[in-house]
């Protein structure tokens, strides 16, 4: 159903085919969360990963920062239509994670938590085999609060309210449970290049 | 630390796009039009949440967006939502200089099911915006007054001039007729002309004279503007000893 009187403004050659379905491209690098931004104190930080409710390994921050580090650089889409592209970043893959605490990813889903409570559910295969990370520097630079730091997940390939914030641990869970937004009607998954914004996209 | 509210705005399976008309069109600031849509088939919403909009160019070409709504869930049918003029921007200039009363555009919606109240939630409610980021804490403030007038409510705005504070009018009649409502409205590039309005930024003496408005702490409080004023909006709240999981907070903007 054409839109009287819209002609829109279309992105151009080379940024066009980067744009999923809905999307438009920033320049600027908005701030999204539900609540306030937490501090984080780095004497305290941990991050834990659990099989289940099993803790199976756990890093304070000097610990984490000795783990192997990867430099990734992606485009990343927002569900609230932004998209910004050639962001870089660098941190730890969520392969050296498992392989550093000595298990192999142990079921088909996972849950990232977060200092403010916050968590979100991501299938495990949308985090291995290169495709995701604990990200601790943006451009160069240690991630700012605003934007999640000390320490936040990278998933670019999915809508990026999966990329949680001031991330405190990954939990490998048998059933696919729904994190903070995926309970209020987001999607379970949320590729962006399905349009996958809610629950039945 | 849970962050976990008590109601979460009910989700339908799947959110479909359909058609809604405009019904009316009203100036509200030099900036800021209010659009009223009728959908075809609409289930009611929850204050605070927003629906999605979708334009549709001759060639397919598709540009979507989402708007909060203003108005309150009532039994109209139908919702208002206030568009502010971006000067470079793609769908608000079209909303500013092209839509009119009759046209049909795709929404889907509501959506949203964390910065959102009921009058079942309760009070006291503090409620902090920057410029068009009153819009969702306006359907609450409406719903609130229909619903449950006796809940305490404040309400501090911030606004770069008296004309650009949408809905000014309305909310300083609020502010005189309803006991339990208290405005702090300030604005930041001029002196205001209005007795009762403040000059200047939200800062802690601006928060406290809220919170003293009060009978009691609020149970929740609701931040909503761009980036850099609902962080430092949310800064002040926190220091003022606010708990953290009692704070929600919507953002727009670079």
Redesign the interface.
């Given at each position: 159903m054409a839109t009287r009187g819209f002609t829109g403004r279309r992105p151009t050659d080379g940024i066009v085919e980067r744009l999923p379905p809905g999307q438009y491209l920033t320049e600027d690098f908005p701030v999204l969360s539900a609540g306030p931004t937490p501090r984080v104190d780095l004497a305290t930080w941990r991050f834990t990963v659990k099989d289940g409710v099993r803790p199976v390994a756990s890093w304070s921050f000097d610990e984490f920062n000795q783990l192997p580090r990867t430099k990734l650089t992606r485009d990343i889409h927002c569900v609230t239509k932004w998209s910004k592209f050639n962001t870089a970043w660098s941190g730890v893959t969520i392969d050296d994670i498992l392989a550093e605490a000595g298990i192999a990813a142990p079921s088909p889903f996972t849950l990232a938590h977060a200092y403010d409570g916050y968590s979100t559910n991501v299938p495990t295969d949308d985090l291995t085999n290169g495709k995701a990370m604990i990200a601790t520097h943006f451009e160069g630079q240690p991630i700012p609060p605003n934007h999640g730091g000390p320490a936040r997940l990278l998933v670019p390939h999915l809508y990026f309210w999966k990329s949680a914030k001031w991330v405190n641990g990954l939990q490998f869970t048998n059933r696919d449970e729904a994190g903070f937004w995926e309970l209020r009607g987001y999607h379970m998954r949320g590729d962006p290049w399905q349009e996958q914004r809610f629950t039945g996209d | 630390?849970?962050?976990?509210p008590p109601f979460?705005?009910p989700?339908?399976?799947?959110?479909l796009w359909q058609?809604a008309t405009i019904t009316a069109i009203t100036r509200a600031t030099p900036r800021v039009k209010i659009f009223t849509f009728r959908p075809a088939d609409w289930p009611g919403f929850t204050a605070g949440q927003h629906v999605d909009l979708?334009?549709?160019?001759?060639d397919g070409?598709?540009?979507?967006?989402?708007y909060s709504i203003a108005s309150a869930p009532d039994a109209t049918g139908t919702f208002d939502l206030a568009i502010d003029l971006i000067d470079d921007g793609?769908v608000s200039p079209?909303f500013h200089e092209?839509?009119e009363i009759g046209?049909?555009?795709?929404i889907r919606g509501p959506?949203?099911?964390?910065?959102v109240w009921r009058a079942e939630d309760g009070g006291p409610v503090l409620l902090i915006a920057g410029g068009s980021g009153l819009v969702p804490l306006m359907a609450m403030l409406r719903h609130r007054a229909e619903a449950a007038p006796d809940i305490p409510a404040a309400l501090i705005l911030s606004a770069r001039t008296e004309d650009e504070l949408i809905w000014r009018d309305e909310l300083l009649q609020r502010d005189r007729d309803e006991p339990h409502f208290h405005l702090f409205a300030t604005v930041t590039r001029e002196t205001p002309r209005t007795p009762g309005i403040r000059h200047g930024r939200i800062d802690a003496a601006l928060i406290e004279a809220a919170l003293a408005s009060l009978p009691a702490p609020p149970r929740t409080s609701f931040i909503c503007g761009a980036?850099p004023f609902v962080?430092a909006a949310?800064?002040l709240?926190?220091s003022a000893g606010l708990p953290?999981?009692s704070?929600?907070?919507e953002?727009?903007?670079?």
């Amino acid at each position: 159903m054409a839109t009287r009187g819209f002609t829109g403004r279309r992105p151009t050659d080379g940024i066009v085919e980067r744009l999923p379905p809905g999307q438009y491209l920033t320049e600027d690098f908005p701030v999204l969360s539900a609540g306030p931004t937490p501090r984080v104190d780095l004497a305290t930080w941990r991050f834990t990963v659990k099989d289940g409710v099993r803790p199976v390994a756990s890093w304070s921050f000097d610990e984490f920062n000795q783990l192997p580090r990867t430099k990734l650089t992606r485009d990343i889409h927002c569900v609230t239509k932004w998209s910004k592209f050639n962001t870089a970043w660098s941190g730890v893959t969520i392969d050296d994670i498992l392989a550093e605490a000595g298990i192999a990813a142990p079921s088909p889903f996972t849950l990232a938590h977060a200092y403010d409570g916050y968590s979100t559910n991501v299938p495990t295969d949308d985090l291995t085999n290169g495709k995701a990370m604990i990200a601790t520097h943006f451009e160069g630079q240690p991630i700012p609060p605003n934007h999640g730091g000390p320490a936040r997940l990278l998933v670019p390939h999915l809508y990026f309210w999966k990329s949680a914030k001031w991330v405190n641990g990954l939990q490998f869970t048998n059933r696919d449970e729904a994190g903070f937004w995926e309970l209020r009607g987001y999607h379970m998954r949320g590729d962006p290049w399905q349009e996958q914004r809610f629950t039945g996209d | 630390m849970p962050n976990v509210p008590p109601f979460v705005a009910p989700q339908p399976d799947r959110l479909l796009w359909q058609p809604a008309t405009i019904t009316a069109i009203t100036r509200a600031t030099p900036r800021v039009k209010i659009f009223t849509f009728r959908p075809a088939d609409w289930p009611g919403f929850t204050a605070g949440q927003h629906v999605d909009l979708r334009l549709t160019a001759p060639d397919g070409y598709q540009a979507e967006r989402s708007y909060s709504i203003a108005s309150a869930p009532d039994a109209t049918g139908t919702f208002d939502l206030a568009i502010d003029l971006i000067d470079d921007g793609e769908v608000s200039p079209f909303f500013h200089e092209v839509a009119e009363i009759g046209d049909t555009i795709e929404i889907r919606g509501p959506i949203g099911g964390h910065f959102v109240w009921r009058a079942e939630d309760g009070g006291p409610v503090l409620l902090i915006a920057g410029g068009s980021g009153l819009v969702p804490l306006m359907a609450m403030l409406r719903h609130r007054a229909e619903a449950a007038p006796d809940i305490p409510a404040a309400l501090i705005l911030s606004a770069r001039t008296e004309d650009e504070l949408i809905w000014r009018d309305e909310l300083l009649q609020r502010d005189r007729d309803e006991p339990h409502f208290h405005l702090f409205a300030t604005v930041t590039r001029e002196t205001p002309r209005t007795p009762g309005i403040r000059h200047g930024r939200i800062d802690a003496a601006l928060i406290e004279a809220a919170l003293a408005s009060l009978p009691a702490p609020p149970r929740t409080s609701f931040i909503c503007g761009a980036t850099p004023f609902v962080g430092a909006a949310a800064d002040l709240a926190l220091s003022a000893g606010l708990p953290f999981a009692s704070i929600k907070a919507e953002r727009y903007g670079g």
